[in-house]
């Protein structure tokens, strides 16, 4: 039930759709486009939503020389490759609390594509559902999709930017793990250590990893609970202007979503080249 979702109070409910109303949509391949994003790229041929589309982060949404995304017509092809139009709605979901979903969005974002949701839960809540999964991949015919302006400005932030943001002290959300955060870490736990050189974080940045954001069961806390954390946590406030960093931008990606869509909050950039590129930088100040 959508009720599921507004009695949460978030500022766009809107944005966000339950697991029962994907189900009762699959089948609105004229209006409606599922895309399954994951950090683990095989899942989607495993199983995977039905009618659901896959988009790579890896493949489809980065350039293949350059550290920056596909440009936009490249961005034109995919969409008409994967049977999306500039009114069709594309509802995202993926693996892991909807991390990498609430990543593609952002790059989608990025080029305008403005009719985006996700599905609360993502893959984690569809399964434990026992909604039903295929191995069949669909095939939707090409659209016509204009080659769309990229805007680099709105929703993402620079390294001068947050150079910038720095010099007048503006917020700043550290969404990786408390180890990569203090330094002893240069990616999560578990995973190999790579990437910088440096380890720590961004002068005066607060730490809220980007998974106390959700619920057990992967959908969204409540728009009080985000409060809680965002607001009488770390400070934050609605007319705030955030930059929000993880490691490669993924994870700050969900964080960017929380605090744009759910929260309201209308002037927050995701920073993509986060650690990776700060942690490397000559001179970049860093605190541990």
Known sequence: MEQEIEKKGYAHPEALVTTEWVAENLNDTENVRIVESDEDVLLYDIGHVPNAVKVDWVEDLNDPINRDYLDPEHFAQLMKEKGISPDTMVVFYGDKNNWWATYALWVFRLFGHDNVKVMDGGRIKWEAEGRPMTQEVPSFPRTEYPVPERDDEKIRAFKDDVMAHLEKRGPLVDVRSPGE????????????????????????AANVPWARAVREDATFKS???????????????????????????????????VLSYLLGYDNVRNYDGSWTEWGNAVRAPIER
């Open 181 to 204: 955060y203090s330094g002893e870490l240069l990616h999560m736990p578990d995973y190999p250590q790579e990437g910088a050189l440096r380890g720590g974080h961004i002068p005066g």
């Open 223 to 257: 728009a009080d609970e985000l409060r809680e954390i965002y607001e009488g946590e770390v400070g934050l406030s609605e007319g705030d202007d955030v930059v929000a960093y993880c490691r490669i931008g993924e994870r700050s990606s969900h964080t960017w979503f």
